[in-house]
């Protein structure tokens, strides 16, 4: 298996693969549409994308809707479902294959789905997997320098996400990203959120470290998460700006996001009776750190050690892991880098490259363990009371990819298991 891997990836490397591919990419997305008679026709699909905060966007609103007594579904990263049922995501993949896709949403048709909430990524548009999909409401969260192992430049990662925007009748969009007007411009209609710019504006903002409570000014409605982090805000903000253009009340706006408790892999807290904090989260981009790891530090303060482990994937952008080693560095008091999903690539070599970017932060301590497990046991290890410990990059997925292929992962039950373990001890 690992022989056809790096096969595969020394073919997607040659020059102009992608594009030489894009017209069967289009031509499976037309028959798998074509083939399960356009199942979202009739459904009001709102498209969630960006480079950070989907998932948990997706599900703010997806609970929302459900709360308010909705027949809706969701597809995402993390899980896919209606508000009957909620089945867990286990590939590698945000938006799913055509035929996968439209199978599923085929299902919801049959369940009685009237909403539906996609998280769609920028190989998803590029590719054309969501032909067929009517988007009446484009939501854009963030831009940040992702996948340009893919689209080899961050213009066209950018245009490929605006395409979303492009197929929808309204666009909500985040007016503190710098590339806000790239989106707008796509969009006849659309309204604008953020915290120091927007239409919908967060004010009286309050961090805490079991959510974040604040107030929109131009509707004048509370909104309270039960999921911390700043980037919380942006999530919860552009979820109550669905709210609030498909008719739902303030009290239904602001019961729907609080009522959501968590999402798996996303800023998941493990407490197995230990003295200290455990978080295990999805982040794997340098936006992403800076955000996470900054809330972080200023939650904990300076007194308090801040332990984080992560890696970097193979295969995937390699200008990105200096980036996340600077940016770890300088939060971080102790930094354990490890494997994700390395796929066929030296492990070491990427261990190396994260490296050099955190010793020129000025990293206080660098440990490189290749195996994972051993990287969380020594991690787990080093915690003293009051520490906070940040294992990030895998969050909710079920597999880790090696060089011989997939193997069975979830970190969370990994995490619990060690930690219960020593408990006992």
């Known amino acids: 298996?690992?022989?056809?891997?790096?096969?595969?990836?020394?073919?997607?490397?040659?020059?102009?693969?992608?594009?030489?591919?894009?017209?069967?990419?289009?031509?499976?997305?037309?028959?798998?549409?074509?083939?399960?008679?356009?199942?979202?026709?009739?459904?009001?699909?709102?498209?969630?994308?960006?480079?950070?905060?989907?998932?948990t966007t997706s599900f703010m609103i997806f609970h929302m809707l459900k709360e308010a007594g909705y027949k809706v579904g969701l597809m995402t990263t993390v899980a896919y479902g209606t508000w009957q049922k909620?089945?867990?995501?286990?590939?590698?993949?945000?938006?799913?294959?055509?035929?996968?896709?439209?199978k599923r949403i085929s299902d919801m048709r049959e369940a009685g789905v009237e909403?539906?909430?996609?998280?769609?990524?920028?190989?998803?548009?590029?590719?054309?997997?969501?032909?067929?999909?009517?988007?009446?409401?484009?939501?854009?969260?963030?831009?940040?320098?992702?996948?340009?192992?893919?689209?080899?430049?961050?213009?066209?990662?950018?245009?490929?996400k605006t395409r979303l925007f492009s197929k929808a009748d309204f666009g909500i969009i985040n007016a503190d990203d710098a590339h806000a007007a790239n989106f707008a411009v796509f969009t006849k209609k659309h309204i604008t959120y953020g915290i120091k710019n927007g239409k919908l504006r967060a004010e009286s903002v309050k961090l805490g470290t079991n959510g974040v409570e604040y107030v929109i000014s131009d509707i004048n409605l509370k909104i309270t998460t039960q999921i911390p982090g700043e980037f919380n805000v942006y999530n919860s903000l552009a979820a109550a700006a669905v709210g609030q253009y498909l008719g739902l009340s303030k009290t239904q706006i602001r019961h729907g996001i609080a009522s959501l408790k968590g999402v798996e892999g996303r800023m998941a807290r493990i407490d197995e009776g230990q003295k200290f904090e455990v978080i295990v989260d999805y982040a794997h981009t340098p936006d992403s750190f800076e955000k996470l790891l900054g809330d972080m530090r200023r939650t904990i303060g300076k007194k308090r050690r801040?332990?984080?482990?992560?890696?970097?994937?193979?295969?995937?952008?390699?200008?990105?892991?200096?980036?996340?080693?600077?940016?770890?560095?300088?939060?971080?008091?102790?930094l354990v880098l490890t494997e994700e999903d390395d796929r066929d690539v030296d492990g070491n070599k990427i261990l190396n490259q994260i490296e050099a970017g955190a010793k020129k932060a000025g990293a206080k301590k660098i440990v490189k363990i290749l195996n994972r497990?051993?990287?969380?046991?020594?991690?787990?290890?080093?915690?003293?009371?009051?520490?906070?410990?940040?294992?990030?990059?895998?969050?909710?997925?079920?597999?880790?990819?090696?060089?011989?292929?997939?193997?069975?992962?979830?970190e969370i039950k990994i995490v619990r298991g060690i930690l219960k373990s020593r408990k006992k001890k």
């Open 1 to 55: 298996m690992g022989q056809s891997m790096s096969l595969k990836a020394r073919i997607s490397k040659l020059p102009g693969y992608n594009r030489v591919v894009l017209p069967y990419h289009h031509v499976k997305a037309w028959h798998a549409a074509s083939k399960n008679d356009y199942p979202a026709a009739g459904m009001r699909v709102i498209g969630v994308t960006g480079t950070n905060g989907k998932s």
């Open 86 to 102: 909620i089945h867990d995501e286990t590939m590698h993949m945000t938006t799913t294959s055509p035929g996968l896709l439209n």
């Open 115 to 160: 909403y539906l909430v996609l998280e769609v990524t920028s190989h998803a548009l590029a590719q054309g997997r969501v032909f067929g999909v009517p988007i009446e409401v484009a939501v854009m969260t963030n831009l940040t320098h992702e996948h340009l192992d893919y689209h080899r430049t961050f213009e066209r990662y950018r245009e490929a």
């Open 306 to 334: 801040l332990l984080v482990m992560f890696g970097s994937a193979g295969r995937r952008d390699e200008a990105k892991r200096a980036a996340q080693g600077a940016i770890a560095g300088k939060y971080a008091d102790v």
């Open 373 to 410: 497990k051993k990287a969380i046991e020594f991690i787990l290890d080093q915690a003293k009371k009051d520490d906070a410990v940040m294992l990030l990059g895998k969050g909710h997925e079920k597999t880790i990819e090696r060089a011989d292929g997939e193997h069975a992962w979830d």
